[in-house]
């Protein structure tokens, strides 16, 4: 502070000023009246005395004392003759009302000693801030927790307030569980964790949730102590999840699977459980390094496993609902409790290959069969097709072989033809079953699916569930009728129906054969068709009988040679001298 010397008139220093208030003119008024009437040792006394006192340095904080509050500021005086001006607002903490009088003391942020009115520039926020900082670096120092109130909303979390610094509180450190209303808690004084923060950049990152955790975790070791396995205990339902519910023990959590809330099939906890909702629980299993507590309510009920083997035997029939129906099958509910699963494969005598979602619908009544109990693993394999009865044993029963049936063809395949039957079964046409003349493979484009066709049932395989038709045996077969009598080696009369360069075609009983050109005679010289012709009746020896090809081997020659055969077993010998004309004349002499 620089002072000058002024002489001045003694009416000025006679007269006072009207204002209470100090003002710079009134001050140099004083100065100069006062250093009228002291000497020039006692000035320079003074004079030194104020070098001695050092002025505040700017950016530092320093007390001052409210000495007027107008216009919505309160005007401090910092001593060293500066004052200074500051919004009452920056008094007030975020959500409350500024507390501030004439005669308090309060500190401020030296900005600049002097603006252009010659008044101090002066921060109450700054100062705070300042005084937050300090306060805040040795609490995050020693770990200590530190208040805030939480007083805005930002990108990814929340601003907090703690006395003067301003805290970023992220999303997921809010609560130990998602925060779907920040409502209630906003302006509301509570602890934090800091856990982040840098100074130079301004940056403080805090945690609700590390403080709650804390508690928490005090509060679950202290009811954990008092809980053991087995214990029956009320608890209230917090929330409800799909796997679960968790459930309120007094300060703790513990999760009641949904496995666990019934014995019987339960699909999601709102079935049973509300929020809110008082329930009686036991204790299942407690984990005393996580905290973490399993609960149950099934235990606390009969177990209905302990007379499911006396109460379903083997074999015994029952009325079940069906629950849940998967790619591999159903499962049934025998009681609550007790479910049982038929598999696909028992779900019906003839749909094979279809989902079981097309054979009964969930919530239907169904009759099932128990096939086995396995009360180790707690399960029972049922039968849906067990009962009915077996298809293929009653269209057995009814329809035994060598009856006629009649169906539509549903299928058409490379090897036959399969038509269905009574009792949604299918019986199968074979190629070689479906004509007596030509190849089955020639006339199986002659049908058509959804054709009606008449056949006879050959064969019923129960065992493998087959069943054989036969289309060309409805006529009977002509080929067995008409070589009924006839074996090998015997002789018979055909009729030429046509003549060829290899040989000739017969007919017999409407049966067709064919004799070749070296079997017409024994003679080579006589093995010409051409001395044949149609309509002639010939005698010829069976030589072969072919059921499969439906031929007849014939041979004129053949007769020939077993005709001389005989001649000589009966007239003669070969060592007699008696010729083989000798011989077939005898013969032909004893015929006639």
């Given amino acids: 502070m620089v002072f000058k010397i002024l002489f001045t008139r003694t009416d000025q220093c006679n007269s006072r000023p009207a204002e209470t208030t100090a003002r710079p003119e009134t001050k140099n008024v004083r100065i100069k009246c006062h250093m009228a009437s002291v000497t020039m040792e006692e000035f320079e006394a003074l ?135 920040a409502g209630p808690l906003m302006g509301l004084k509570q602890p934090f964790q800091i856990l982040k923060m840098d100074r130079r950049r301004g940056n403080i990152v805090v945690s609700r949730r590390a403080i709650l955790e804390e508690s928490r975790a005090e509060q679950r070791a202290e009811v954990i102590g008092k809980l053991a396995e087995g214990d029956s205990v009320d608890g209230v339902v917090k929330n409800i999840t799909e796997y679960g519910a968790f459930v309120d023990l007094g300060g703790v959590d513990g999760l009641l699977h949904v496995t666990d809330m019934a014995w019987r099939r339960v699909n999601h906890p709102s079935e049973i459980l509300a929020i809110g909702e008082t329930v009686k629980v036991q204790v299942v299993k407690i984990n005393k390094e996580t905290h973490r507590i399993s609960l149950g309510m099934k235990q606390l009920m009969d177990d209905p496993w302990d007379i499911v083997s006396v109460k379903y035997p083997l074999a015994s029939q029952h009325k079940g609902r069906v629950t849940n129906i998967t790619d591999y099958g159903a499962f049934v509910e025998l009681e609550a409790g007790v479910e049982g699963l038929v598999h696909v494969s028992e779900m019906s005598w003839t749909k094979k290959n279809v989902h079981p979602g097309k054979i009964v619908s969930t919530s239907q009544e169904v009759d099932v069969m128990v096939l086995e109990i396995d009360g180790v693993k707690r399960r029972v394999s049922l039968g849906l097709k067990q009962t009915q009865r077996n298809p293929w044993e009653v269209f057995a029963e009814q329809n035994p072989e060598g009856s006629q049936v009649e169906g539509e063809v549903k299928n058409i395949t490379e090897f036959g033809l399969f038509i269905g039957l009574d009792g949604d079964i299918d019986g199968m046409v074979h190629l070689s079953d479906l004509t007596w003349e030509g190849r089955g493979e020639d006339v199986i484009g002659d049908y058509r699916k ?66 070749r050109r070296s079997d017409l005679s ?71």
Avoid: C, H
């Fill in 450 to 515: 959804g054709d009606m066709v008449q056949a006879v049932v050959s064969e019923v395989d129960i065992e493998k569930e087959r069943i054989s038709l036969s289309v060309k045996a409805l006529g009977g077969d002509k080929f067995a009728d008409a070589v009924g009598g006839v074996k090998r080696g015997s002789i018979i009369t055909v009729e030429v129906t046509a003549i060829e360069d290899g040989g000739v075609e017969v007919e017999y009983e409407g049966m067709k054969s064919f004799i």
């Fill in 47 to 181: 004079l030194q005395e104020s070098f001695e006192v050092d002025t505040p340095e700017e950016g530092t904080v320093v007390k001052g004392k409210v000495i007027a509050i107008e216009a919505g500021q309160a005007i401090i005086d910092v001593g060293y003759k500066m004052e200074g001006r500051v919004d009452i607002k920056e008094f007030a903490d975020p959500g409350e009302s500024p507390e501030i009088s004439v005669g308090d003391v309060v500190e401020v942020f030296l900005r600049a000693a002097e603006n252009s009115k010659g008044e101090a520039v002066i921060s109450r926020e700054m100062a705070r801030r300042e005084e937050a900082w300090d306060r805040l670096e040795k609490a995050y120092a020693d770990e200590e927790r530190v208040d805030g109130a939480i007083f805005g909303r930002v990108k990814g979390g929340f601003t907090v307030d703690l006395g003067g610094a301003v805290a970023f509180l992220p999303g997921s450190q809010v609560d130990v569980r998602p925060v779907r209303d």
């Fill in 522 to 592: 024994r003679d080579r010289a006589e093995q010409r068709p051409d001395r044949f012709g149609v309509g002639d009746k010939v005698d010829v020896r069976v030589t072969n009988i072919d059921a499969k090809t439906r031929r007849l081997g014939l041979s004129i020659k053949a007769r020939e040679i077993a005709e001389e055969k005989e001649a000589v077993e009966q007239y003669g010998s070969s060592d007699s001298g008696a010729s083989l004309g000798d011989i077939l004349g005898a013969a032909l002499k004893t015929d006639e």
